[in-house]
């Protein structure tokens, strides 16, 4: 009897951790979700309950129309899309390339490509921004939209090159016989079966370009029409005061907004993830 005790105990605990961790990730998402309903006053003076005093819907209106975040949203979709889409072409053709050819010392030179993931980005913020000042692409939204078509970066690189490596060699040898060019095997056999790494590079791409906060700071400061959210809700959040009492109900609604999207994403490509999953073992 003691026994059985004990391993009721053993299986519930796992259960309650998982559960108290679960209420610590929702929680603040909640926290947040009640304030951008709240009026100025509630939101100040009612700062820790989850349930309004009063419901309004204005704080997402003035986000709207004051704040200049349907053209922050907007530059951020185009950031977004244009990224993932150019990351997942250029990683894939390299990621094939490296994958498929037998080049002399290709591993080697991709030792040396990953070596760079060691280099932080912000070392080399200060000569992007002098290239890009030489090159006229400063507060413009070129610094974005035409790098992820130059090679995806080299761990999309990486995670694409690891699973076209998995690719049965049989089937681009049945291709070859078939007459099929490298440029048709690489569209009907290595895309199609990479599906689900390439939404999963997808997913992260997107998420970046979303967040992004540095780069448009850097290279954005100057454009006032052309800033992506996260550069929006900065301004915002260093602007949006009552007094000396910042308005929380107003960042709150505009970090919904902001949040939104992101959530959109993950759930609309969970979906694909899947069936990408069910496509690749059929045909494997």
């Not at 704080?59 to 150019?86: D, P």
């Not at 591993?107 to 002098?130: C, D, K, N, R």
Request: proline share 4%; aromatic share 14%.
């Amino acid at each position: 009897m003691k026994l059985c005790q004990k391993n009721k105990k053993v299986v519930i605990l796992p259960y309650v951790f998982l559960i108290l961790l679960a209420i610590c990730f929702v929680l603040p998402f909640l926290a947040l979700i009640s304030t951008s309903f709240k009026t100025f006053e509630d939101a100040v003076t009612n700062m820790t309950s989850l349930i309004p005093k009063s419901f309004t819907f204005d704080n997402y209106k003035r986000a709207f129309t004051e704040q200049g975040i349907l053209l922050g949203l907007w530059n951020s979709v185009i950031i977004s899309v244009v990224s993932t889409v150019g990351t997942g072409l250029s990683a894939s053709l390299v990621a094939y390339a490296f994958a498929r050819f037998d080049v002399k010392e290709k591993e080697f030179i991709f030792s040396i490509l990953m070596a760079s993931t060691m280099i932080p980005g912000q070392v080399l913020q200060i000569s992007m921004f002098a290239l890009y000042n030489d090159i006229g692409w400063m507060n413009t939204l070129l610094p974005f939209l035409i790098p992820p078509f130059l090679g995806g970066g080299i761990m999309n690189v990486f995670l694409m090159r690891q699973f076209m490596r998995s690719i049965p060699k049989a089937l681009f040898e049945a291709a070859e016989i078939d007459g099929a060019s490298e440029f048709r095997m690489y569209v009907t056999i290595a895309m199609r079966i990479s599906v689900p790494i390439l939404i999963t590079v997808g997913i992260f791409t997107f998420t970046g370009a979303w967040n992004d906060f540095m780069g448009p700071l850097v290279y954005l400061n100057g454009a006032e029409g052309k800033k992506p959210l996260a550069l929006v809700m900065y301004q915002m959040y260093n602007t949006a005061k009552i007094g000396d009492m910042k308005q929380w109900n107003l960042i709150s609604a505009s970090s919904v907004i902001t949040v939104l999207p992101l959530i959109a994403v993950f759930f609309a490509c969970q979906k694909y993830f899947i069936e990408g999953v069910s496509v690749s073992g059929i045909k494997q």
